[in-house]
Nanobody, 123 residues
Framework: QVQLVESGGGLVQAGDSLTLSCAAS????????MGWFRQPPGQLRDTIAA????????YYADSVKGRFTISRDNANNMLYLQMNSLKPEDTAVYYCAAAPLRLSPYVDAYDYWGQGTQVTVSS
């Protein structure tokens, strides 16, 4: 089992950059695929980026491809999401999550979730 805590959210302007962090505790973080997800107000939670256990393979949703970068530091049990060129439509609660099996673009594949961090992008 792994416990996850997101941080780094906030209020920014369109075009700004922001980096989200996800701190993991518990054993075997390096064996989990990890993902970032977001849930805009009144909408379903979507997968925006995912990374395999070693950091060698990644997945990005079309909406963030070229603007967001997912990375991980297994030595320090950390997951990151670098977000550039932010847009108002990126406004959402952002979550990190862990999947015990291989990288997946599907929300249901992830078993362990953080509490979320709010990102608000003003125009």
């Amino acid at each position: 089992q792994v416990q996850l805590v997101e941080s780094g959210g906030g209020l920014v302007q369109a075009g700004d950059s922001l980096t989200l962090s996800c701190a993991a505790s518990g054993r075997r973080f390096s064996t989990y695929a990890m993902g970032w997800f977001r849930q805009p107000p009144g909408q379903l939670r979507d997968t925006i980026a995912a990374i395999d256990y070693a950091g060698g393979s990644t997945y990005y949703a079309d909406s963030v491809k070229g603007r967001f970068t997912i990375s991980r530091d297994n030595a320090n049990n950390m997951l990151y999401l670098q977000m550039n060129s932010l847009k108002p439509e990126d406004t959402a609660v952002y979550y990190c999550a862990a999947a015990p099996l291989r990288l997946s673009p599907y929300v249901d594949a992830y078993d362990y979730w953080g509490q979320g961090t709010q990102v608000t992008v003003s125009s």
